[in-house]
């Protein structure tokens, strides 16, 4: 089954700082009457950002909607998804991206979107090893300057 959100999502493209502040305005507009498709839209322009805080304020939004309105929270799951992997939230961004995939397993952005969650944390978890490992190298040979210095004042 085709994916049925409104957007033709690629990872990597930010809105243009007008077209989001388009949205921004008609956020701000309706105020504390926002309504939920106001709210959306703007989540997920702010999502597509390039910027960390906008990407932050996004995923907040995208979060509310999710809890307070369950007619939503399919179209939500892919922005979860994808705002938490842009963060670097890899496991809120897997646990997203698996629910859409439950609901419909042949999304292809979802399917895409699984890819880079897995190469990202594979990558940095060789990273995470190679810094532990460096640090038992640096611990293991600071370890023997210090014992060899204490055996040399023992004699």
Do not use: H
């Amino acid at each position: 089954m085709a994916s049925a959100l409104p957007y033709a999502v690629d990872a990597e493209t930010a809105l243009n700082p007008a077209e989001l502040q388009v949205l921004r305005a008609q956020f701000e507009k309706e105020g504390d009457m926002v309504g939920v498709q106001t709210k959306f839209n703007f989540a997920w322009g702010l999502v597509k950002s390039n910027a960390r805080a906008d990407q932050q304020q996004g995923v907040m939004l995208l979060t509310e909607i999710f809890r307070t309105s369950p007619e939503r929270r399919r179209e939500c799951l892919y922005y979860l998804a994808l705002g938490n992997y842009k963060l670097g939230n890899y496991a809120e961004a897997r646990r997203y991206n698996d629910l859409l995939l439950e609901k419909e397993p042949a999304n292809q952005q979802a399917s895409n979107l699984n890819t880079l969650i897995d190469d990202k944390v594979q990558k940095e978890g060789l990273v995470g090893v190679a810094i532990v490992s460096g640090i038992a190298v640096v611990a293991g040979v600071v370890g023997g300057v210090l014992l060899r210095n204490l055996g040399r004042r023992a004699r």
